[in-house]
């Protein structure tokens, strides 16, 4: 904002220029359109965050925001957004899918956030998109399935049910293995299938998904898994660079001797408490 202000202000030895009406009217409009780059910062710039859940509606904000920049009738806008959406488009690229699927997993959103969001994003082309999204999910789910469900049913349907099992005295035994055999068809599809069928949570309150996939792993064992490695990407590097920078605080040229664990317990613990 400071150079923006800077082009309206020429200053010279012995002249000033103030803004015209004009020129105001352009920084208030400036300001409202930075108003959400500014929160959305904060947000990318915490350290604090753990799941990569939360970022997902923010930069579908953005994407619409640019879009609608870049029709803008002040050419100063206009410019601006055109520089801006190119490096945009190109993060977005890369990191869209994750977060989408994350917003997936979140139980307040799952496919309604896509799908509300796509359509503004993507126009006649969202139905598109939204159905990739969810092959992808569906796919990246069945990769942790360790053997095609099929194929392990079929090798169950080779086992007697009526031979004896040395169980250690559990005589329901057999009954775990007949539950397994005619249970596993395509469980990694019907899990899935069933977490998206289930009604949204809604949006009141603080809301813990780690609380939450931690009470409902044993119903979603397979998801759960997933969530794990999915929420915990991290989709900025300002966590990793205030570690970083944090460093400079405890080696300083007065203290600038301190054995290599010794910084290293330092720094840990301060993030830890």
Not at 115 to 131: L, N, Q
Not at 185 to 197: A, F, M, Q, R, V
């Amino acid at each position: 904002m400071q150079l923006f202000f800077n082009r309206l202000v020429h200053t010279d030895k012995n002249y000033k220029q103030a803004p015209s009406d004009q020129d105001w009217l352009l920084a208030k409009v400036m300001c409202e359109k930075l108003k959400l780059f500014n929160s959305v910062t904060k947000v990318f710039s915490g350290i604090k965050y753990p799941t990569a859940n939360i970022f997902f509606p923010k930069i579908c904000e953005i994407q619409m925001l640019l879009n609608e920049c870049i029709i803008s009738h002040y050419l100063e806008i206009k410019t601006m957004a055109t520089s801006m959406i190119e490096k945009f488009d190109k993060y977005w690229s890369v990191i869209h899918g994750v977060l989408a699927i994350a917003t997936i997993l979140e139980p307040r959103f799952k496919t309604k956030l896509i799908e509300y969001y796509f359509p503004k994003i993507y126009g006649d082309e969202s139905s598109k998109e939204v159905e990739r999204i969810r092959k992808l999910t569906y796919d990246l789910v069945k990769e942790y399935k360790p053997h095609d469900a099929k194929e392990t049913c079929c090798s169950f349907n080779n086992f007697d049910f009526g031979m004896d099992i040395d169980d250690g005295g559990d005589c329901l035994a057999g009954y775990d293995l007949f539950v397994s055999s005619t249970s596993i068809i395509d469980t990694y599809k019907s899990e899935l299938d069933y977490y998206l069928e289930e009604n949204v949570l809604p949006r009141t309150g603080d809301f813990d998904i780690l609380a939450w996939w931690k009470t409902n792993g044993l119903k979603y064992s397979t998801l759960k898994q997933v969530v794990r490695d999915i929420l915990a990407i991290q989709v900025s590097t300002v966590a990793f660079e205030s570690a970083f920078t944090n460093g400079g605080r405890h080696v300083t040229p007065h203290r600038n001797r301190l054995h290599p664990d010794t910084l290293e317990a330092l720094i840990c613990t301060q993030d830890w408490l």
